[in-house]
């Protein structure tokens, strides 16, 4: 490791005495995000009263600023580095149950103005749709709250570049076996938002975000096998170290070398867990309000009964401290709370704003923009555990492709893993598919791990289902 390199891991976390917050640019300045959230409020505040006195019978406004910066490198020398700066204004505007939206990145008053006005041309010539309008206003939020999601980082191209470096180049010097690498990265981003609406709710949040990736090559020619790790939070002291990052990409990576096929079977599949939260991710858009009313869902009409076994329940927690959706407000201003989407098994609602709500005839249930932070219970140990009481079956750390039907729960995707034997990791499987119906995977489901990835709002651990269908060329 170069000096660089080894400078780069001494400042992964630097001290938080300093007063001032370097901005996602690299540009260290105060941290004004208070000031400019008032500034978005007032700004909001303005634009629904113009839309009133333009003749709207509601509004609601929503502005934001977003500012990142993205390093990567490869092979030790720099490929890009990207930093960003963006902000926006999206107003709607209803003239009764007719709906017009418009938006811009220009605040220039008279752009303001051009905007509105074009909302609300659009909103005349529309056509009256009954499910139309803002929330209730007894559903706003009352109370606005913070979860400690607000971590900018000190951090400059210049940095960034060196932990980016200082990741490829532990994963690269790790193994022999690794002779390329399609690089490391590093990110950082930062983003302030203001919801507003005619009833008087007035919404304000900032979150950051921060993370480190690096994918790396094992073998030559046609035995090639690629794999890759990163860490990601909200705060830059929850990251993992650089090296610690590109030693475990290279672990993966050089296990994946000289894969064997499979004969075509049933067997049990083991979703390690950052791949088992995409199963529970096909959950969350079945029962989305929009593919409710739409008549497009595998699980259509499906609340109050089983579609997981009785030991399974999905609790929402919006209230997490340092979520990654924590909120006290949903995409509408209506409060949030903790409560099941499944309990016991039995899916108990769906996840609805007000629009999906009216078109069933329900009440919303504060889900406008999706769900906020999912805990699945587990009922197993270590993903270790989970392979030694398998006997024989595949664990899956890759899926590719696109096979599945949402309308038909029909699952089909190739995978990469692991086969197991008697309770042990045999050899690399590469270029099976593994196919089922979702209806029937999640009712299947014998195990839940408690080796939760942390890295997104959907917490679960690996994810053992019982019997799906291993297709390979043999």
């Known amino acids: 490791m170069n000096q660089r390199q080894d400078k780069a891991l001494n400042r992964i976390a630097p001290a938080d005495s300093d007063p001032t917050v370097a901005s996602a640019d690299g540009n260290r300045g105060p941290d004004d995000s208070l000031q400019r959230l008032d500034h978005l409020s007032d700004l909001a505040r303005h634009l629904l009263a113009r839309a009133r006195a333009c003749g709207a019978d509601q509004a609601e406004v929503d502005c934001s600023e977003d500012r990142g910066l993205n390093v990567n490198v490869r092979m030790g020398e720099v490929e890009s580095v990207e930093s960003t700066r963006d902000r926006s204004v999206s107003i709607t505007v209803y003239f009764g149950t007719r709906r017009g939206v418009a938006s811009t990145a220009d605040l220039r008053d008279d752009s303001l103005e051009a905007t509105i006005a074009q909302a609300c041309l659009i909103a005349r010539h529309t056509e009256e749709d009954p499910a139309s309008g803002l929330a209730d206003p007894e559903r706003m939020a009352t109370e606005i709250r913070e979860f400690d999601g607000w971590h900018p980082w000190d951090l400059d191209a210049d940095h960034a570049i060196d932990l980016a470096c200082a990741?490829?180049?532990?994963?690269?010097?790790?193994?022999?076996r690794i002779g390329n690498s399609e690089g490391a990265s590093v990110s950082s981003s930062r983003s302030i938002s203001v919801y507003a609406n005619s009833h008087g709710f007035v919404g304000r949040?900032?979150?950051?975000?921060?993370?480190?990736?690096?994918?790396?090559?094992a073998g030559e020619g046609e035995t090639m096998q690629r794999d890759h790790w990163y860490s990601a939070a909200l705060c830059r002291e929850d990251l993992d170290a650089p090296d610690e990052i590109g030693r475990r990409a290279a672990e993966r990576t050089v296990a994946r070398l000289a894969p064997r096929d499979l004969p075509t079977s049933e067997m049990p599949v083991l979703f390690q867990s950052e791949i088992a939260r995409s199963l529970f991710g096909h959950l969350i858009n079945a029962v989305a309000g929009g593919a409710q009313y739409r008549r497009a869902s595998f699980l259509l009409d499906r609340a109050g009964t089983a579609v997981f076994p009785a030991w399974l329940s999905i609790l929402e927690r919006p209230f997490r401290m340092r979520g990654w959706r924590s909120t006290s407000y949903d995409g509408e201003g209506v409060a949030t709370r903790e409560s099941a989407l499944v309990e016991d098994g039995v899916l108990r609602r769906y996840l609805l704003g007000s629009y999906s709500a009216r078109k069933l005839g329900l009440e919303t249930t504060g889900n406008a923009g999706g769900a906020f932070n999912l805990d699945i219970?587990?009922?197993a140990g270590e993903l270790s555990d989970m392979i030694r009481g398998m006997g024989r079956g595949l664990l899956v750390t890759e899926l590719m492709g696109q096979g599945v039907n949402g309308i038909t729960g029909d699952y089909s995707r190739g995978a990469a893993g692991f086969?197991?034997?008697?309770?042990?990791?045999a050899y690399p499987v590469d270029g099976v598919t593994i196919a089922g119906n979702l209806r029937e995977m999640f009712l299947g489901i014998e195990a839940v791990g408690d080796d939760i990835d942390p890295r997104s709002h959907l917490r679960t651990g690996s994810v053992l289902v019982g019997r799906m269908t291993v297709a390979g060329s043999i």
């Open 377 to 379: 219970t587990s009922n």
């Open 167 to 176: 990741c490829e180049a532990a994963g690269r010097d790790s193994d022999p």
């Open 205 to 217: 949040n900032r979150d950051t975000q921060h993370s480190i990736g690096c994918t790396l090559i």
């Open 419 to 425: 086969l197991i034997e008697q309770g042990e990791i």
